[in-house]
């Protein structure tokens, strides 16, 4: 009789610790609260765009002209070097400089002079409007960054603003 006891006690106490381990599927997990509709009007007022989407150049320019570098004449070759060594340190700034629009094979470019045909000395410039004649003056305000450009990592100008100067 004593091994008939055992048996069952050990069966008993299998399945009660088997069905405590397992945590029961009744369990409910706790609802998050929903959200009001005062709470949906505060999100949307705090994400308003700035400019409406139909905004001038001029009107993006006064918006973020706190924020733009402006390259003078003088400083042009010097900063043009420091944001082609050290582009990881300027990458999501706004520079805003002035040259020429130089076309070479697949790309286009920033360059201090018309016609300039040595592009290393140039910015690659990205998302430029395509109504520029080559060799045309330019401002251009736009985002560092990187880029390739013939097989290249290079720094390029994600255009923001580009001007034509003729």
């Known amino acids: 009789m004593s091994k008939k006891f055992i048996t069952f006690t050990l069966c008993a106490l299998i399945c009660i610790s088997g069905s405590a381990c397992s945590g029961g599927s009744d369990r409910q997990e706790p609802q998050k609260p929903s959200a009001t509709e005062a709470d949906l009007q505060q999100e949307e007022s705090s994400q308003e765009a700035l400019l409406p989407a139909d905004a001038s150049d001029e009107e993006l320019l006064e918006a973020i002209k706190e924020d733009i ?18 582009t ?8 805003q400089l002035e040259g020429f629009y130089v076309k070479n094979s697949q790309n286009t470019y920033l360059a201090k002079e018309a016609g300039q045909n040595d592009v290393d000395s140039c910015l690659l410039l990205k998302y430029l409007p395509e109504d520029i004649a080559d060799n045309a003056p330019v401002r251009i305000t736009g985002i560092v960054n990187e880029d390739t450009a013939d097989g290249k990592t290079v720094a390029a100008l994600e255009v923001v603003v580009a001007e034509n100067l003729e």
């Open 69 to 86: 570098h402006v390259v003078s004449d003088s400083d042009y070759e010097a900063t043009v070097a420091e944001l082609m060594a050290h």
């Open 88 to 95: 990881n340190q300027y990458s999501g700034k706004l520079y």
